[in-house]
């Protein structure tokens, strides 16, 4: 699996977040954006992830970044997820992969054994002028905030 290339310039998207609302990566221009791609809501690998930004949500907010994680959820299992781990930041739903494709985070996996198509846990962070700054291809789920962090140090 070939991901996008730091420096290049990252695919444009409309996407619905957990509240019903169309946003597109456009709206986030001048923002460092962490554009972090996750298999499943709910499950116990993803929400660590997603409860390690939550609780450095403040950190990275300050440092002006804005948290937006992707999966093939659709809005409502979002929103069931961001309630129930109280979740700060934006949940988009991807439920056609459009995005996950475009991001060429969606291929082969391998559980137990057995192939299936799925989301590679990936995280990009896109500069204000819309290009990846860093490509986080092995995403630590219990300090992904760290992780990210301190590839700005």
């Known amino acids: 699996m070939e991901l996008l290339a730091q420096g290049s310039a990252a695919p444009e998207f ?21 554009l972090y791609f996750y298999p499943q809501d709910s499950t116990p690998t ?16 300050d440092k002006g970044f804005v948290v937006l994680g992707v999966s093939p959820d659709g809005v409502s299992s979002h929103q069931k997820f961001a309630t129930k781990q ?15 494709r475009s991001y060429k985070v969606w291929g082969e996996k ?10 590679h846990r990936v995280t990009y ?15 630590n789920a219990a300090a992904h905030a760290e992780q990210i962090l301190d590839l700005y140090k």
């Open 125 to 139: 962070v896109i500069g204000e002028d819309g290009r990846i700054e860093q490509v986080v291809p092995k995403v």
């Open 110 to 119: 391998q559980m137990y054994g057995k192939k299936y198509e799925g989301v």
């Open 14 to 34: 409309k996407a619905q977040t957990q509240s019903g609302e169309w946003v597109s990566l456009s709206d986030f221009r001048g923002k460092k954006v962490i």
């Open 86 to 100: 109280n979740l700060p930041f934006t949940l988009l739903a991807d439920t056609d992969h459009n995005l996950v």
């Open 46 to 61: 993803c929400t660590k992830e997603a409860c390690n930004l939550r609780d450095n949500h403040q950190i990275l907010t």
